[in-house]
């Protein structure tokens, strides 16, 4: 089982900037694909980028692409979303999630079976 915990949220203004944190736990990270999605007041939650936790592509949702960077810290067990040039749509819960390691679209969201609690960001426009 893996456990995720979100962190960073907060208020920003838009055109600024913000980096969400996800510490992970699991026994086996390299069999581990993590993602990041979001649910915006009043919407459906919605993929916003995903990557392998070894190796692998990474995959972002269209709106976000060239603004948003996931990474991660082997060493330091811990996921980050890089959040530049926010604009007043990304203001959502974000989540991270984990699914066992699987070749193809990293964004249907029903393959995610460990998820963190969320965190809030908003952007003031």
């Known amino acids: 089982q893996v456990q995720l915990v979100e962190s960073g949220g907060g208020l920003v203004q838009a055109g600024g900037s913000l980096r969400l944190s996800c510490a992970v736990s699991?026994?086996?990270?390299?069999?581990?694909?993590v993602a990041w999605f979001r649910q915006p007041p009043g919407k459906e939650r919605e993929f916003v980028a995903g990557?392998?936790?070894?190796?692998?592509?990474?995959q972002y949702q269209d709106s976000v692409k060239g603004r948003f960077t996931i990474s991660r810290d082997n060493g330091k067990r811990t996921l980050y979303l890089q959040m530049n040039n926010l604009k007043a749509e990304d203001t959502a819960v974000y989540y991270c999630?984990?699914?066992?390691?699987?070749?193809?679209?990293?964004?249907?969201?029903?393959?995610?079976?460990?998820w963190g609690p969320g965190t809030q960001v908003t952007v003031s426009s």
């Open positions: 990557m392998a936790w070894i190796g692998g592509r990474n």
């Open positions: 699991a026994s086996t990270l390299s069999s581990t694909d």
């Open positions: 999630a984990a699914r066992p390691r699987s070749v193809g679209d990293r964004s249907p969201m029903e393959q995610y079976t460990s």
